[in-house]
RNA sequence: GGGCGAAUAGCUCAGCUGGUCCAGAGCGCCUGCCUUACACGCAGGAUGUCGGGGGUUCGAAUCCCUCUUCGCCCACCA
């Protein structure tokens, strides 16, 4: 199907409609197969993987901006004729995909564990095909150019063996392993956490001065902690070995405050003297610190939670039988803090208590606080996999956008620690390790096992399952077939460049790399382009929860896509954020909407004088028949092609698309447009009206592919009805060349001369309140050679923009408005009785006084020896250059103003 | 505690290796216009001691130091 949206000869609304243009548009895309990278084609890949979204998400602003920048590079590529894929996909994302699942099992009643694991994963899976994917479509009225035959999901049956693959040559490799420490569990997801998982945050705390009491009578210690409801894992209270006063009491023992349990002082160089009391206590179950103290000290470590939070009863495995006392049974931790403290007042060991703002760590999925606890889990050792990464960065062979952004890869890489994979839930990819109990024995498999290997006994496999980031890393080549050797792997491996937020370096961004490094021996791509984050008006992130978000569907059913597109794309430099006004999407897109709406209407009057007709091809018209503004309005559209294409390569995507913004509104429309009116509506007087049409295609033709990366939809609009482009697409239209044309700075100064003297006639007219209808007469002084040239070359253009009746170079006659122009000229508008003399004096007279006060800098500047001796000679000769004309005008207006008879 | 970024017009921000882009853009505001594509427009206009203070330099919004205020990242001081 390849209909045309809009059919030569059909009217063009005055009103751009970007509703009723974009679904067929794009449906006719996809149709053309024009996102699917040829087969065929044998030029250079280019190929950006889709930061996978949430499989159950719906987009949101952040995902709106990330894809859209992803897709203007993409078209970037494409239209300069590199092959290009940009590979979409979802992530079945373990943890929030659960937390949706439970929810709504909470709504029934219920949790996961009345429905069993089978139950609860077939009811994600229904959940998952029935409402999963909406983002991906939600992309497609973005008009993002993913080729969805090539569509991924992490927990698809080839990604899925993508991830069992990795996890056995990592076991295999000796580079997984089971690990018991202290991790970050979150209570209320019930799953162990990596350490990028468990976000810090600064919250106002209290530290708490207790007194365990000696053992042996004679006194007390006094211990700080703000967690006073751990003291019943403790195992010991430290002090450091250096701290003179406290020293003696190494090897005596306390008493818990609330518990009939007996704990020695020791010496451990973790404590820091200067801290708190000085006295540390140690849980070595739920303090990574203490933890590695409890080690060193050969000392036990009693869990004294659930893994809801709760404090544990003796049942728990690990507690040490009777350390929570029985009122304490099942009191959520914080609750248990209360009547710890409670308890310790009544009791008088409550010594003092102090703000203390700390940061604690919370569960990036539900913001809960983090509870450090000791468990058995699953790790990757990655210093083996960091070392190549931090090579190829130190090599230069991974670029950042913004720079800095590569400093702070490198400093995560310095101090990488192993990462912890297993979680406890049940919706993600299970791990592949099955034990067996009666010969005690572990293995990982490719397939799974029927029976031990070594003794034939029955296996059981690991309940765990991964770390969704685990089949995230994976994503640029598990999406391309491997570990099959596959054409597309062939093809697309590595790809270009990613692009994503900066928050996500750490969990993804650096991960891939090492993966690819490790498993595919190359970067999996070459540049990492990490985009600022979008805020509303006070500076916060857009969320859900503060109900501060914008949601992109809306922006684009109300201004279109490309409204959307452009005022993002605008808006946002390099490595900054972007501010939208949630309460105001009018003022926010109205950038967007305009530009939409003055490309269509530049295009509606291009159309309506080209369309239909056959015109002389540009490159055939002899450079003698161009008229000055076509020469002019050629060397701007070349400077603007340079810009915009050199914007794109650098990934200044405000810059790429404030080029052609500028040309298209500033130059072409303002200007040109209304330059060549009259020949395009052939007036007697203008010959030349096929020329001129000839450029204005061309100059349209090129700003609308300029354009296209930005605002695929107006552009492919306007631009198919262009003459020879009848059932051709914009998509894969060449990317105009920077090069083609020429630059012709003397062009560009005379037409910046004719514009000079519109601009000082307009302000004069609205100065005087001149009616618009009125013209008047203007008369030129002080014209070098080029001045009168480009007043001959663009005389029409003048007279009709400026509204004049006579131009000429007769002396000044009566009353009228001065104004000077470039280099020494100068103009008078003859206003006749409408001249107000003193308004007239007080206009001047600031103009002499602006004039007069630059030229004094100007002229202690050139009268210094140290600036004409040490600058260099081409500035100063410019600043001499500048004295001469501005003192000439100088001159000029004041006898002027003498003429006036000002005071 | 360490590191980094930002502070420019009422708002959101450009301003790349110091000099003719020492003040710009969009939105908003004021004035006048429905001028044969566009009132989502045209023309004209106002508004800023470029966060404060020091310094380097012939010359700084642009480099250095310092202070203030925001923001981000990292971090085992309980």
Known sequence: MTTKTNPPGTELAPQYEATAIEAPLYADWVARGLFTPDPASTARPYVIVIPPPNVTAVLHMGQGLNNVLQDVMIRFERMRGRTTLWLPGTDHAGIATQNVMERQLAKEGLTRFDVGREAFVRRCERFVAETGGTILEQLKSLGCSCDWTRTRYTLSPELSRAVREVFVRLWEEGLVYRGHRVIHWCPRCHTSLSDEEAEHSDVDGTLYHIRYLLADGGGHVTVATTRPETMLGDVAVAVNPDDASKRSLVGREVMLPIAEIRIPIIADEHVDAAFGSGFVKITPAHDADD????????LPAPLVMTEDGRMADASLEGAAGGRVPAPYFGLDRFEARKQVLALLKERGLLEKTEPHRHAIRHCYRCATVVEPRLSDQWFVKMQPLAEPALAAY??????????????????????????????????????????????????????????????????????????????????????????????????????????????????????????????????????????????????????????????????????????????????????????????????????????????????????????????????KIPEGDLALADRWILSRLRACAGDATAALEAFRLNDAVGAPYHFLWDDFADWYLEAIKPRLFGEADAPGGDVARAVAVHGFDAVLRLLHPTMPYITETLWRRLPGN??????????????????????????????????????????????????????????????????????????????????????????????????????????????????????????????????????????????????????????????????????????????????
């Open 394 to 619: 130190r090599a230069g062979e991974l670029r950042f956008i913004p720079e800095r952004r590569g400093t702070d890869f490198e400093r995560w890489l310095l101090n990488i620690r192993d990462w912890n994979i297993s979680r406890q839930l049940w919706w993600g990819h299970r791990i592949p390790v099955w034990y067996c109990d009666a010969c005690g024995t572990s293995q990982a498999y490719r397939e799974d096992p029927k029976a031990c290997p070594t003794c034939g006994g029955a296996l059981r496999q690991d309940e765990d399952v991964l770390d969704t980031w685990f089949s995230s890393w994976l994503w640029p080549f598990s999406t391309l077939g491997w570990p099959e050797r596959t054409p597309d792997l062939t093809r697309f491996y590595p790809g270009d460049v990613i692009v994503t937020a900066p928050e996500i370096l750490f969990f993804w961004v650096a991960r891939m790399i090492f993966a690819g490094l490790h498993f595919m021996d190359r970067l999996p791509f070459h540049t990492v382009y990490l985009h600022g984050t979008v805020r509303d008006t006070q500076h916060r992130k857009m969320s859900k929860s503060l109900g501060n978000g914008i949601d992109p569907l809306d922006v684009v059913r109300r201004y279109g896509a490309d409204a959307l597109r452009f005022t993002v794309t605008h808006g946002l430099a390099v490595g900054t954020d972007i501010v939208l006004d949630p309460a105001d999407l009018e003022g926010s897109f109205a950038s967007g909407r305009n530009f939409a709406n003055k490309l269509w209407n530049v295009g509606r009057l291009v159309l309506q004088h080209v369309e239909g007709r056959a015109l002389p091809a540009l490159a």
């Open 291 to 298: 933890f590695a103290v409890g080690q060193r000290h050969q």
């Open 726 to 903: 009848d059932g051709a697409t914009i998509v894969t239209a060449p990317w105009p060349d920077a090069r083609a044309g020429r630059l012709d700075a003397g062009v560009e100064r005379e037409f910046a001369f004719a514009q000079a003297i519109v601009n000082a006639v307009r302000a004069a007219r609205a100065d005087y309140g001149v009616p618009p209808g009125r013209t008047v007469a203007v008369s030129l002084a002080g014209l070098d050679e080029d001045g009168r040239r480009a007043v001959d070359a663009t005389r029409a253009m003048i007279v009709r923009l400026a509204r004049i009746e006579q131009l000429d170079e007769a002396p000044p006659a009566g009353a009228g408005a001065h104004a000077v122009l470039p280099g020494r000229a100068s103009l008078f508008v003859a206003l006749g009785g409408a001249i107000d003399v003193t308004k007239e004096c007080a206009r001047l007279g600031e103009e002499l006084a602006r004039l007069e006060k630059l030229l004094a800098g100007l002229r202690a500047k050139l009268a210094n020896a140290s600036f004409t001796s040490r600058a260099p000679a081409e500035v100063v000769e410019g600043e001499r250059a500048k004295e001469q004309e501005w003192s000439a005008k100088a001159a000029a207006l004041s006898a002027k103003l003498k003429a006036l008879g000002c005071a």
